[in-house]
């Protein structure tokens, strides 16, 4: 298992940082949350660590530098990003999507990866053979999930996956999320505007001000805390 | 009735290839989103090659292999060195890209090659007798050889990219490159490979085509197939692989029944009426027969 390390990363769009010299860590089995207000640069620093948008700053895993690798490349090196918006692959049906997870696997148990997904998921059994592009929007974010999963990744890098969904359906998917780390030993990195699921589940804190890490810590030290409010209200 | 036959078998000859033009247009559309407007003239390079080692002795199978290979470097290269650099600076720089590419390669095959008609032996027996009768029309095996080596290319191509590995990453760069991207794929490579394999198709199209061709073997010979080929593209949708086949068997027939029976269309006006059955499917289906527009449940 690897452990993601980064260190004065820096990222935006052309010439405009959008998030500056962030330090953050995941350890193996770890769940880490970034917390943040819309604007902070919460979803850019999901797109620099997956390879989405140019990095200055060091990025490595497991010891491997990964700063402005391809998207692609992250990927098979075991980070996969659910991203915001679920990137749905919609004229695939959602069995090809979920084989698409594990295009770059060339071990004998995608089928029954395939399988255990789906026994998590049975709205995805049910519709397996359909075009992905008809589920709905609940559905969609369970499989851009089982996708990334199906890549066995050790890291999981998810994009506010609470957004847009009803409350009960967000409450499943965090349930998952738990069983997933707890089963797989995989780690996840989240971004969240539902602070209070995620700080359920995640041990470590990041907050994210307009571009800086302004705190951290372990979740307890945040929970009721004012920081957390300053960073979502300004206050 | 024997008239009728013939001119349903020749409609159905020039229908298969005008199928494998677009079939090529939309693999590329489908990587990069954009019409290849020298798909057509990449196929005449290799065609003229292929041509060429049959005068130095070749085996025209041989020279077939050696067109496809030669070709998919051709279109394999044009991606990663001229599409992929210019696609970020939008739509427009692209296509003139590649009008300049047709003229550039149309140019240099005429430096090449010259500007004579040469005839071209064909993959199948084209001589005077080799012909089966039906109804009394003259269905000659060269004709027929194009159906059966259409009909098997587009059972391959269909079966690859529906049922192998690689397709269903080609299918998946095509539908949402992000996400293909961050589920490990090499994007770029794939549309390299689709470019590849395009132009193996347009190369096959242009063997077969220039042999039974009026223009026979000369810089003119594959416009008409890129005039209807694209427009079989688009009536079809242009992301539609079936849609294109469906697109260019119905141009190929549509074009020898109207010129056949309408004489007011006659011989000049037959590329005129690709452009217009195009324009009169797309004003009433602007996604083409069998197009899909993005859409998506949130």
């Not at chain 1, 999507?97 to 789906?118: F, K, P, Q, Y």
């Not at chain 2, 693999?27 to 090659?49: G, H, I, K």
Request: some cysteine; proline content about 3%.
């Amino acid at each position: 298992m690897s452990t993601l390390e980064v260190h004065g990363m820096s990222a935006g769009y052309g010439r405009a940082a959008v998030i500056h010299d962030i330090d953050l860590r995941v350890d193996p089995g770890q769940v880490v949350v970034i917390l943040g207000a819309n604007g902070a640069g919460k979803t850019t620093t999901m797109r620099a660590l997956s390879g989405e948008v140019p990095v200055s700053g060091s990025i490595t895993f497991g010891g491997r530098s990964i700063a402005n690798l391809r998207p692609d490349q992250i990927a098979r090196l075991g980070i996969r990003a659910v991203p915001q918006g679920r990137g749905t692959l919609t004229s695939l049906t959602v069995r090809e999507n979920l084989l698409v997870g594990a295009s770059c696997r060339a071990d004998s148990e995608v089928e029954a990866d395939i399988a255990r997904w789906m026994d998590a998921f049975p709205a995805l059994a049910r519709r397996a053979d359909q075009p992905a592009g008809t589920l709905s929007g609940g559905e969609q974010q369970m499989l851009a999930l089982a996708r990334a999963l199906l890549g066995r990744p050790q890291l999981l890098l998810c994009d506010e996956p609470s957004l847009g969904l009803a409350p009960v359906i967000v409450r499943d998917l965090f349930s998952f999320l738990s069983t997933v780390n707890a089963e797989t030993g995989t780690s996840l990195l989240l971004v969240e505007q539902n602070a209070n699921l995620a700080l359920n589940l995640a041990s470590f804190v990041y907050l994210l001000e307009v571009g800086y890490i302004v705190e951290s810590g372990p979740t307890s030290d945040f929970v009721n805390s004012d920081a957390i409010r300053r960073a979502y209200l300004g206050m | 009735m024997t008239l009728l036959v013939e001119r349903l078998a020749d409609g159905l000859t020039n229908g298969f290839v005008y199928a494998l033009m677009a079939l090529a247009l939309v693999v590329v559309f489908r990587a990069s989103s954009t019409v290849n407007f020298a798909q057509a003239e990449m196929a005449l390079f290799t065609t003229y090659l292929a041509w060429w080692m049959t005068t130095k002795g070749a085996s025209i199978w041989l020279a077939l292999i050696a067109a496809c290979i030669v070709g998919f470097i051709i279109g394999a290269v044009t991606e990663r060195t001229l599409i992929r650099p210019m696609e970020k600076r939008g739509e427009m720089p692209t296509l003139l890209m590649l009008v300049a590419l047709f003229t550039a390669l149309n140019s240099i095959d005429g430096l090449i090659w010259g500007l004579d008609y040469h005839s071209m032996d064909g993959l199948f027996p084209g001589g005077i007798d080799d012909y089966i009768s039906v109804a009394g029309a003259r269905l000659y095996f060269e004709a027929i050889g194009v159906w059966v080596a259409a009909i098997v290319l587009l059972a391959v191509v269909f079966a690859a990219i529906n049922k192998t590995r690689l397709g269903l990453r080609m299918r998946a760069a095509a539908d949402n490159p992000t996400s293909a991207a961050l589920s490990g794929i090499n994007v770029g490579r794939i549309y390299t490979i689709g470019w590849g394999g395009a132009a193996v198709l347009g190369s096959i199209a242009g063997i077969l085509i220039a042999p039974i061709s009026a223009q026979q073997l000369s810089l003119a010979t594959m416009f008409p197939v890129l005039i209807y080929g694209s427009a079989a593209a688009i009536i079809g949708g242009l992301n539609s692989l079936g849609g294109a086949v469906i697109g260019g068997l119905s141009l190929g027939l549509a074009e020898s029944l109207l010129t056949g029976y309408v004489d007011l269309i006659g011989p000049q006006m037959h590329q005129t009426t690709a452009l217009a059955v195009m324009v009169i499917v797309l004003l009433f289906r602007p996604t083409g027969l069998f197009g899909s527009r993005l859409e998506e449940r949130v």
